[in-house]
């Protein structure tokens, strides 16, 4: 073994009386006092403003929806649900700010893919699409409603047609969307904002959830996704993605990415970051990623990969592995590269406490990365082929060359009998570099 770099008053509607001419009765009550019928109306309306005022905040209503339901229904309690997916989300864009459509516990919907959309929904009083336990249902026997695409093209589907228009707040949490190998299982397009997915099964799709672009915007619009979270959810079996796409200001965190990217080597992955037209604040954290791009048996893609142009990204306490012998030399961890024929960069880069085992050739990449730190990171390597910890930059650079680059705490422990000639860091980048206080275990 070696070691190398240790390195209220109401206002009733009543009509007027007028009883003589001073003298008003309204409601019982009399005014008898100098005044005209045009200041007393003036009052009132007064008071009707300062009841306003200090009137509560309307009442949020739940909408109920279960296979024992009628869509004949009204839908507003759990015993008068409405019985389909599709008939529920024709409602959608009339809900008012806080309302919330709901599916029973072990009900199973069918989606035709239908657009959602709805400009009265607010970041700070979301529109929830849900689960409710129905009554007199056990707790313990309370499965995930089951949403399942009824064709192609998924079932989820947040978007306007035509231009971009503004619209955001909404929640989609505890449901399991089903697909059947195509489509997308939550769809985001044209400027949609403060979407937060909380413990939402994602299974089967070509890709699980992808947070695209937008058409030509119109006014109030900016054309990006942001504040998008996607949460304590699993995304399992989609075989061309599991993520795809960009935002600003996102969080993915605490997910299991499961067996997704099936369909291709190299291009396909459980998380992929594309950021094309530029994007700021995306943060990957908690994760875990294994079997990625999982063909014929070994994963064949890097697992965590961003492309184009991004600000101020963090990549933390995600943990990355696949098993003995099932992964080729293109199972990268992860890596934050160019991949276009387009200029991209990559600024203020964090990747720390990440743990990576057992992928491909490279543990941690970067290239075009300025400000770049790579922090207190665990990496463990006992394939039967070459491999380096991490590299800086991983791959030929654009106009933008890796910068300002700190590396340090990191723990890379490589076993390598055979000899393959397996590294723990390497560094090429000639800005300023400062690489140390890191420990490389050779076995």
């Given amino acids: 073994m070696k070691t190398i770099d240790k390195v209220s008053n109401t206002v009733a509607t009543k009509p007027l009386t007028v009883i003589g001419m001073n003298v008003i009765e309204h409601t019982g009550i009399k005014l008898i006092r100098d005044v005209t019928i045009k200041q007393y109306l003036f009052t009132v309306k007064a008071g009707l403003l300062l009841l306003g005022l200090f009137a509560g905040p309307v009442q949020a209503q739940n909408f109920y929806v279960c296979n024992d339901g009628a869509n004949t229904n009204t839908g507003l309690s759990p015993f008068e649900p409405w019985a389909t997916f599709d008939f529920a989300m024709s409602r959608f864009s009339a809900l008012n700010a806080g309302d919330a459509i709901l599916f029973c516990r072990n009900g199973t919907f069918t989606s035709s893919f239908p657009r959602l959309f709805n400009q009265h929904c607010a970041a700070d009083a979301p529109c929830t699409i849900a689960d409710y336990i ?3 249902m056990p707790a313990t026997t309370a499965r995930l409603p089951v949403i399942t695409s009824s064709g192609a093209n998924g079932v989820l589907n947040f978007q306007d047609g035509g231009n971009a228009d503004h619209d955001e707040g909404y929640v989609i949490k505890n449901l399991s969307l089903k697909g059947k190998g195509t489509g997308f299982g939550l769809f985001l397009f044209n400027d949609v904002d403060f979407v937060t997915i909380d413990g939402v099964i994602i299974d089967g799709f070509d890709i699980g959830m992808y947070s695209a672009g937008a058409n030509a915007a119109n006014p109030g619009a900016n054309r990006v996704n942001e504040n998008i979270e996607l949460r304590n ?31 291709r080597k190299i291009f396909n992955h459980s998380i992929y970051i594309s950021a094309q037209n530029g994007n700021s604040g995306i943060t990957v954290s ?4 294994t079997k990625s791009t999982f ?23 995600n943990t990355v592995f696949e098993a003995i012998g099932a992964a080729e030399q293109t199972c990268w961890g992860i890596s934050v590269d160019p991949g276009y024929a387009t200029e991209e960069a990559f600024s203020n880069v964090l990747i720390a406490g990440n743990k990576v085992t057992n992928v491909g050739n490279v543990g941690i990449g970067c290239a075009s990365c300025t400000n770049l730190q790579i922090l207190d990171n665990t990496i463990t390597h006992a394939q039967d082929f070459g491999f380096t910890g991490i590299k800086v930059p991983v791959r030929t650079e654009d106009t933008v060359k890796s910068d300002r680059i700190l590396i340090t705490g990191n723990y890379i422990e490589l076993l390598d009998p055979n000899n393959k000639g397996k590294q723990g860091i390497v560094v090429t980048a000639t800005g300023d570099v400062n690489v140390g206080s890191n420990e490389v275990i050779l076995k």
């Fill in 233 to 263: 959810s699993s995304i399992t079996n989609n075989n061309g993605q599991g993520w795809l796409g960009g935002c600003n200001d996102c969080v993915i965190d605490n997910n299991k990415f499961t067996n997704n990217g099936f369909a």
């Fill in 295 to 317: 063909v014929a048996g070994k994963c064949a893609g890097v697992s965590l990969v961003v492309h184009g142009v991004v600000k101020n990204l963090t990549i933390r306490d």
């Fill in 134 to 136: 129905p009554p007199n």
């Fill in 286 to 289: 908690n994760n875990t990623l």
